[in-house]
């Protein structure tokens, strides 16, 4: 896929595969996140030597990572680099080395990025939220896996489970910037992209409401996750759900930011979040205070949570709408956003990034719309609930 934007200095170009940690057998939790680490040390028969000079060579802006659904590679060069770019992240995806010592490297690296997570209540909270919500269901399991499954997986598992990954994904390829058309396709044609054009299903997603606590004794905070059982990545309400989101707590201007932080002092920070999958998302509510506030904190919350759909007005309908389309405008404007906005259009709804009617779906928001859906979503007694606090912190009610 290929969007042209003239009179950029930089092109974007990714390479996505439509598999992601949330396909993996969980034996192999983690594996896939493995493979990435990989993929730009040794691939296409580079060495390490030569991979680091290229890389530099290109600008230094590439990058590779893992998500539920999808894995890939991306980078933002200059123009005429971009044949000598593409065949690195093609390679990258297609052909990495997985030398014994690359292998162990990375996997030490991985399990001291685990012990990190370990350390963050942050972390902790959001992957007990996933369980409390989504049970066992893939989607809930973390990216990186376990200790014990990036522990387990030899060369030969991990060789399998790439040939996987590219056998029964999709691949696709992104390039934004001031391209020319026909000599993008050239340098694309010169590569090797013949993948069977799949992207595997994930099982349906069971809303939990469940309630979970980790304790920390460490900790000097409560951190509290609540979510509600929120649309699908591909849904046509997204455009309401993003503006019911930002009213909410996405922004400085939002109720839960207004009221907790700037009106009561309460939180730091405070904040309302869409995570968005094929099968079915979530939307979040975040913060962390002192243990001794926490309860205060929560009932404040809920109070907005019940509130929102009763007395919902114009004013905070239209500034949201305004500030997502600015921010769209200049998130749109950049290549390698671009190509993501491109590649998920095309995934989630079948049909290209089109910047025009993004902006007419965000007009066509109507306040009626917004409380109709806070009315569906924002349902306390369907509310998922995961604490991080110190001994003897507790989810109120």
Known sequence: MIQHLPGRETVAAGVWVTRGSAHEPEDLAGATHLVEHLT??????????????????????????????????????????????????????????????????????????????????SGLVEEALLRAAWGGHPLARPVIGSAESVASMDVATLRRHHAELIRSGRLIVALAGDLDGNAALACLERLDLSVVPHRPRLPALEWSADRETVTRTWADQVHTRIGFEANPSGDDRLAELSVLNRVLGNGSSSRLFQRLREGEGLTYDIWSGLALRRPGGLLEIGWACAPEVNHEVWRLVLDEVERLPLDLNPDEVEVAQEGMLRGLLMDSDQPMARCAMDVAEVLDRGRRFDLGRVREELEAVTIEGVRELAETILRPDRMAAALCGPEGAELPG
Not at 92 to 113: C, M
């Open 40 to 121: 730009l040390r040794r691939c296409g028969g580079r060495d390490r030597r030569v991979m680091a000079a290229l890389v530099d060579r290109l600008g230094g802006d590439v990058d590779a990572w893992t998500g539920t659904e999808m894995m890939g590679v991306s980078m933002a060069t200059t123009v005429d680099s971009l044949g000598d770019g593409l065949e690195l992240l093609v390679d990258a995806i297609a052909a990495p080395s997985f030398e014994p010592e690359d292998v162990e490297l990375e996997r030490r690296v991985i399990l001291a990025e685990l012990e990190l997570i370990h350390d963050d209540p």
